[in-house]
Every structure is written in structure tokens, then in C-alpha cells.
């Protein structure tokens, strides 16, 4: 049997139908809203994508989206039945559509920000939806792993504009969050920033451990294993120079130890401080 091979016909469609989909809130959709997207879509392509009618419906037994990004609600598996197609109703594999929306906002970020990359001007957002796409879901619990693999993806002004947008407002009220934010997007990017930005983050990061380990009964921020460990070798050092500073510093000791793992220099600073 004939399948609909949309996708291969232009990937970047898949990332637009995964923000799309996200933006309006949509856990499953129809081949209206599929055609929708279509013509949103062509209208800046000179290359047009072709819209699908009910009658590929009934002359197709699936739809194969390149690597099969979207399936029937209801299937038992990717591969649909007749009958699940005929319901009319398809969704997004949810980890497959974060990865494709990843791709969607790395290419705006890059197209808006990167001097070496001339605008395309078949970017759907233009420079001020891309900000606030960005600000509007940067605490969004669902995607606390799409921002990091963002920045992971993103090189030289891009990346720098990347961290810029996530340090704009709004933020978050009580701090945590953000710079849990911050601490994960900095771990995939770390060697692609500038100095003054690591020592910026970095900054904050320790004046977050200082407060968490002497205002709340445990450091989750020392236990982290994203959390630079040479931070918690300086707050060791500092901590041990106070007075009257002895239940912070075996909150810190006992954060150490839960980590996963430690550097020689780590073990070096615990020992040294028994």
C-alpha cells in the first residue's frame, strides 16, 4: 500500500506542526488543522507543500511523516490500521515533537541573531514572536529539558542572544527555578560561552548555594550533578574560614557526598576539611 510521504518533501514543516500543535495547545489534531498548517506554512515557500483531502484517507492504509513523527490517536503502534486512519485523528510521538520544536527555535535563534547566517526570510516568527516564545515557556515544567539541548545547539552571538532572552523578565518570583534554568542550559554550553558570561551565571549559582545551605535543611544544589563542582570546592574553602558557620559547612559536606561522582580535587577539599 501507497503511503502519503509528506515529509520528505520539506522537514521544516514537521518542527512548524510541533509548535503549532504546542501553541494551540493540541494533543491530537485533524487533516483540517493538518491543512491549516499547510497553508501558514506555504505562504512564505516558494516551494508549496501540497494539501491533503479525506479521499488520501481512503486510498492510503497509513501515513508515513518522515520517520514517522505523527500517528493515529488509538494505534497500537506507528504503523496504523485502515480503520485508525479513518477515524481522522492523529497526534505527535511527545518526545519526537520537543525534539522537532528544538530545531524549530534553533533555526529562528540562529536566522534572527547569528551575523553569520542571513535572515531566511521564510522564518515564521519574526525576531519579537521568537522572544516571546522563548519567555512565555522557559519555566514550563514539561520542557525542562528542551532549553539545554537549545543551547547545546547554538554557537557564537546566537547563543549569547539564547542567554540574554532567558535572563530577561519575566522571572521567576522566588529565583529557584531560573537558576536551575541557568545552571543546566550553562553545563551543555560551558565551552561555547564567553568567560564573562560563565562568570556572570556562575556568580549567581554560588550566591544561591551560599543561601541554600544556610537558610534551608539541605543543599539540592550541592547534590546536583549539572551544579559546577568547582563552586562547591570555593564555597568549602570559604565556609571553613567562618566562625560559627559549622551546620552550613556539614550541609555542604553531606551535598558532596550524594553526588554521583567527584574530581580528586573535590575529594582533596572533603578530606582536608574532616
Known amino acids: 500500500m501507497q503511503a502519503i510521504d509528506l515529509f520528505n518533501l520539506n522537514r521544516e514543516f514537521v518542527d ?8 494551540d495547545n493540541l494533543s491530537k489534531f485533524d487533516f483540517s488543522y493538518l491543512n491549516d498548517c499547510i497553508n501558514t506554512f506555504n505562504i512564505k515557500r516558494a516551494e508549496k507543500l501540497p ?22 490517536v488509538g494505534g497500537t503502534s506507528h504503523w496504523a490500521i485502515e480503520e485508525e486512519i479513518r477515524s481522522g485523528f492523529y497526534s505527535f510521538n511527545p518526545d519526537n515533537a520537543k525534539m522537532c520544536l528544538s530545531y524549530f527555535l534553533v533555526n529562528h535563534i540562529k536566522g534572527h541573531w547569528e551575523s553569520s547566517v542571513v535572515c ?3 522564518l515564521i516568527l519574526d525576531k519579537e514572536q521568537t522572544k516571546a516564545f522563548v519567555q512565555d515557556y522557559k519555566y514550563n515544567p514539561n520542557y525542562e529539558k528542551f532549553w ?12 549569547e542572544a539564547f542567554f540574554d532572552l532567558l535572563e ?6 522566588i529565583g529557584i527555578y531560573h537558576q536551575i534554568l541557568m545552571m543546566r542550559c550553562l553545563y551543555d554550553a560551558r565551552s561555547d560561552l564567553s568567560s564573562a558570561r560563565i562568570e556572570k551565571i556562575e556568580k549567581e549559582l554560588l550566591a544561591w548555594l551560599n543561601w541554600e545551605i544556610r537558610r534551608t535543611d539541605n543543599s539540592h544544589f550541592g547534590k546536583d550533578p549539572l551544579f559546577p563542582e568547582h563552586l562547591l570546592i570555593q564555597a568549602l574553602k570559604d565556609i571553613s574560614r567562618e566562625d560559627n558557620a559549622q551546620d552550613a559547612k556539614r550541609k555542604l559536606i553531606n551535598a558532596m557526598r550524594a553526588r554521583p561522582s567527584l574530581s580528586p580535587e573535590a575529594l582533596e577539599a572533603l578530606c582536608f576539611d574532616e
Open 168 to 173: 530577561q523578565e519575566p522571572r521567576d518570583l
Open 148 to 159: 539545554p539541548f537549545i543551547a547545546s545547539k547554538l554557537r557564537g552571538p546566537a547563543l
Open 120 to 122: 531566511d526570510s521564510t
Open 16 to 23: 512548524y506542526l510541533a509548535f503549532r500543535t504546542l501553541k
Open 51 to 72: 494539501l491533503l483531502s479525506k479521499s488520501d484517507l481512503e486510498k492510503k492504509a497509513y501515513l508515513a511523516l518522515e520517520n514517522i513523527f505523527i500517528f493515529p
